[in-house]
């Protein structure tokens, strides 16, 4: 049982991929998508100007969500999110 726990975190991301478990990931489909605005993307108060997982700074092009949380400004590339979300 001590080697399935070891591996659990490795197989995780195979086993959502493949059907076997629910993907967590496909929460992030449901959070709402936000559309990158330089004056709305700065850090006084409005969204980060980077995500918080890959740490680079958002651009017009990017998918950007924002997380169901109660303050509201939480927002990550999808792919980070729905990457980190395989991988937690």
Not at 24 to 46: C, E
Not at 66 to 73: D, F, L, R
């Amino acid at each position: 049982i001590c080697v399935w726990l070891l591996w659990l975190p490795c197989l995780k991301p195979l086993l959502c991929r493949a059907g076997i478990i629910p993907d967590p990931a496909n929460l992030v489909r449901s959070f709402q998508q936000v559309r990158y605005d330089p004056q709305a993307f700065n850090d006084d108060g409005g969204y980060a100007t980077s995500c918080a997982i890959c740490l680079c700074d958002f651009e017009a092009a990017d998918s950007i969500v924002q997380a169901p949380c109660t303050h509201g400004t939480h927002v990550f590339h999808r792919d980070c999110l729905a990457s980190w979300f395989r991988t937690a």
